[in-house]
């Protein structure tokens, strides 16, 4: 079993900033890749970043050159600075890490959430 523990969020003023965590825990091993996806009210669940066991980033569109994720191996986190917060990017922020089960098979866990909030 793999454990997501979530801190960081919170409400903060347009223009903010806020730096989410996801530390990990319980059996981790062939890790393929860890990232942020959010969920707003009435929206799908979508991706923010992503940061691959090979180092390479991936980001949406909508956050790029704002928000910036990194990972820290020896204590098996993730991290997402936001900078420059905008009201849109009120939701709730899902950690997200996938393991590979076998060459066709993968596994995402999950965790449970943080509220990041955005006023105007």
């Known amino acids: 079993q793999v454990q997501l523990v979530e801190s960081g969020g919170g409400l903060v003023q347009g223009g903010g900033s806020l730096r989410l965590s996801c530390a990990a825990s319980?059996?981790?091993?062939?890790?393929?890749?860890m990232g942020w996806y959010r969920q707003a009210p009435g929206k799908q669940r979508e991706l923010v970043a992503t940061?691959?066991?090979?180092?390479?980033?991936n980001y949406a569109d909508s956050v790029k050159g704002r928000f910036t994720i990194s990972r820290d191996n020896a204590k098996n986190t993730i991290y997402l600075q936001m900078n420059s917060l905008k009201p849109e990017d009120t939701a709730v922020y899902y950690c997200?890490?996938?393991?590979?089960?076998?060459?066709?098979?993968?596994?995402?866990?999950w965790g449970q959430g943080t509220q990041v909030a955005v006023s105007s």
């Open positions: 319980g059996s981790i091993a062939n890790i393929k890749s």
């Open positions: 997200n890490l996938v393991v590979t089960i076998s060459p066709v098979y993968e596994w995402p866990y």
């Open positions: 940061i691959i066991s090979g180092g390479n980033t």
